[in-house]
């Protein structure tokens, strides 16, 4: 396996005190579509400032595609691109100059350059807009050009922070698929997001970070198998004053107003058997929804689990 | 990085630089056009016809050099503390910061960027001055020497100021507590001939005086400080400030956390 990042020990401690890292490991296989989470100020965005060079560490080394970043500045620099939480680009200049600028950073001649920009413009929709100022960009405008521009040097290796944070639907929806045909054409991507669904969507091995440590660290598929529980709403067609009694049947419920309530079903538990279940107790269901997205009952119990252990200690 | 990919990334930072300062012209280049012509009618043409004589030349004649090294003073200072600084503030220095150009290939981009806009806001003045005095070069060597060393010192004074700015407060305290009273105080508009002992001494310790009498001797041939001193100064100043400029990157002094 071709690692694209390995990341031991690394610490970070900033001027205030703040222990951001407490020694993390960590590794990203080549081609991978690997998820970084972990709730604000678990250390997701110091992680990504240190790979990028815009946070100094305080211990550890980092590899990307086996050159260290201290000593294979240029090197590791060609291979990543980055795609920051908050916009950084001059609001000033003109859509098309940003990304020929950026170009330029990375010593690309002009005419190479100018394909580049052209490409990932078209391909992120926003050709039309190359003589705009960037300041009238929507939203999800500027979040595309700051994608555009992270790519227009074709690195190896591109991490997103929230790439899709306050984007709506639609865009998301485009902008997933525009990730997956990235990552299939062989970028390696690693992608920090607070909407759990867009990880479990897109990605294939995940990370979860709490507190400046590493809780989790697993393919989604092994993750999710590790799911026990399932929550869900059962909506009932007439109404009910409290909820029934279901025997030796692994479930709990609670009511949450006379024409609905949520239940905790074990996993093992089919969902024939569970309509079974309505039946016996003469339960008209009119609807049933899953409560939580899988990937986040994981997420909270294993942040949950970590902080238990972390407080016998 | 190859040296022809440090060429691209210097230019491009270089053609950023002067596209920002000339895109904004009404702000970056008519103003001092103008604050400086008001000097030469006033104090050259108005007050200067009173005065008389200063060191053997009629006043308008002996203010024009300092006028014109406080215009490339002033102007390849503000440029670069008031360019980098709007990196920082707005976090496009992130840019530059995750790419691979080194750091004296950033340095010597936004440096340039200032040292052309100090060049030709006292290009401009130059001009202007033509229409008041009959401007003959007696070193011209020596004349383009001095003023792109102090357009290069003061480049990198405003890096400095720059990287350790974090509000829009502190890039204008030191050109207003600092800087614009070191020039006043430079020689601009009198000799050091008519102070009494002990401000002469304190002139001495003045940069600025260095730099306004050295470029006064390459236009008009006099000159109240020795040349060759003046020039070691200069070229020390230089050296320190790229050096000092260069560690606090490489530190990353004010960039990264």
Known sequence: ?313 | MFSNHKYIAFETIVIKEVRRFTRIWLQTLVPPAITISLYFVIFGNLVGRRIGDMGGFDYMEFIIPGLIMMAVIQNSYSNVVSSFFSHKFQRSVEELLVSPVPNFIILSGFVVGGMVRGLLVGGIVTAMSLFFIDLEIQHPLLTVSVVLLTALVFSLAGFINALFANSFDDISIIPTFVLTPLIYLGGVFYSSALLPDFWRGISAANPIFYMVNTFRYGLLGVSDVPVGVAFMILTGFTIALFIACLVLLNRGTGLRA
């Open chain 1, 1 to 313: 396996m071709t690692t694209a990042i390995a990341i031991k020990n690394l610490t970070k401690t900033y001027a205030n005190g703040f222990e951001a890292l407490k020694g993390i490991s960590l590794e990203v296989a080549q081609g991978d579509f690997f998820a970084l989470l972990g709730p604000n100020g678990a250390g997701k965005s110091t992680t990504i400032g240190i790979l990028s060079t815009l946070v100094k560490k305080s211990g550890g080394t980092v590899e990307i595609f086996g050159k260290n970043v201290d000593s294979h500045v240029y090197e590791t620099k060609l291979d990543l691109g980055v795609v920051p939480q908050e916009v950084n680009f001059s609001q000033f200049e003109r859509v098309g100059d940003i990304v020929m600028t950026q170009a330029g950073y990375y010593g690309m001649p002009r005419k190479l350059a100018a394909e580049r920009c052209e490409k990932y413009l078209r391909k992120l929709g926003l050709w039309e807009k190359r003589n705009e100022r960037s300041r009238v960009l929507s939203g999800g405008m500027k979040r595309r050009l700051m994608i555009a521009r992270a790519l227009v040097h074709e690195p190896r290796l591109l991490i997103l922070d929230e790439p899709t944070a306050g984007v709506d639907i639609e865009l998301r929806r485009s902008m997933w698929e525009f990730l997956t045909e990235l990552n299939e054409s062989g970028t390696t991507i690693i992608l920090t997001t607070h909407y759990l669904e867009e990880a479990e969507q897109l990605c294939r091995n995940i990370a979860i970070i709490d507190k400046g440590q590493i809780v989790e660290n697993t393919s989604m598929r092994q993750l999710l198998a590790a799911l026990d529980k399932h929550l869900y709403v059962v909506e009932v067609e007439s109404p009910i004053d409290s909820v029934p009694d279901w025997g030796d049947a692994p479930i709990t419920a609670k009511l949450i107003d006379p024409l609905s309530f949520e239940i905790t079903v074990d996993a093992k538990l089919s969902m024939s058997d569970l309509f079974r279940l309505f039946l016996e107790r003469g339960i008209e269901v009119s609807a049933i929804r899953s409560k939580s997205n899988r990937l986040e009952q994981l997420f909270l119990s294993r942040l949950t689990d970590s902080r238990e252990e972390g407080s016998d200690v």
